[in-house]
T-cell receptor, first 114, second 116 residues
Framework: KQEVTQIPAALSVPEGENLVLNCSFTDSAIYNLQWFRQDPGKGLTSLLLIQSSQREQTSGRLNASLDKSSGRSTLYIAASQPGDSATYLC?????????????FGSGTQLTVLP | EAGVAQSPRYKIIEKRQSVAFWCNPI?????LYWYQQILGQGPKLLIQ????????DSQLPKDRFSAERLKGVDSTLKIQPAKLEDSAVYLC??????????????FGPGTRLLVL
């Protein structure tokens, strides 16, 4: 059974710092890995999607890497801002019978202090 | 483009009562998902529809949960009777087609359920 773990569970940093969020998964048979952002009382917003054949994706100040063989991914946020404060969730797309489903980690709650 | 719509946004009920949630996916999206997110955890898939057919309901507690997607558009999720442990946020998501390597899902704002 696929398990996704995110460390740390919570992180507080001063504005302007570069930071790294970690995600690990137990089964390398994935179709892709995605990073989502969740703001309080709101749904999830997809930030980056890395296909299993890719090593990294970038969007603005965000960079995500994928090492499928070791079961690890990192989300790098450059020059953090208070607006980056949210919960960041990692998820892997796996086969489930004839379907495919996303398996999520529990998230990292990020607070960027002004 | 309008996003995924859900209602109600909040619901408080007593245990053993029934409750229903509604979801309207993004127009043209064939695949619809219902997730349960317990406080402090990531979302867990309950059921997945492709048009109006069920693709995966292996994690749906079928003794109390039911879902339908009539005409392949809107969907409802029902809990009857509710238990205390059903307190969670219920998220609806949709995607253009069945999840693939390049496909992402679009999430609604969720319905927060509190069972007393």
């Amino acid at each position: 059974k696929q398990e996704v773990t995110q460390i740390p569970a919570a992180l507080s940093v001063p504005e302007g710092e570069n930071l790294v969020l970690n995600c690990s998964f137990t089964d390398s048979a994935i179709y892709n890995l995605q990073w989502f952002r969740q703001d309080p009382g709101k749904g999830l917003t997809s930030l980056l999607l890395i296909q299993s054949s890719q090593r990294e994706q970038t969007s603005g100040r965000l960079n995500a890497s994928l090492d499928k063989s070791s079961g690890r991914s990192t989300l790098y946020i450059a020059a953090s801002q208070p607006g980056d404060s949210a919960t960041y969730l990692c998820a892997v797309l796996i086969s489930s019978g004839s379907a495919r489903q996303l398996t999520f980690g529990s998230g990292t709650q990020l607070t960027v202090l002004p | 483009e309008a996003g995924v719509a859900q209602s109600p946004r909040y619901k408080i009920i007593e245990k053993r009562q029934s409750v229903a949630f509604w979801c309207n996916p993004i127009s043209g999206h064939a695949t619809l998902y219902w997730y349960q997110q317990i406080l402090g955890q990531g979302p867990k898939l309950l059921i997945q529809f492709q048009n109006n057919g069920v693709v995966d309901d292996s994690q749906l507690p079928k003794d109390r949960f039911s879902a339908e997607r009539l005409k392949g558009v809107d969907s409802t999720l029902k809990i009857q009777p509710a238990k205390l442990e059903d307190s969670a946020v219920y998220l609806c998501a949709s995607s253009l087609r069945l999840a693939g390597p390049k496909e992402t899902q679009y999430f609604g704002p969720g319905t927060r359920l509190l069972v007393l």
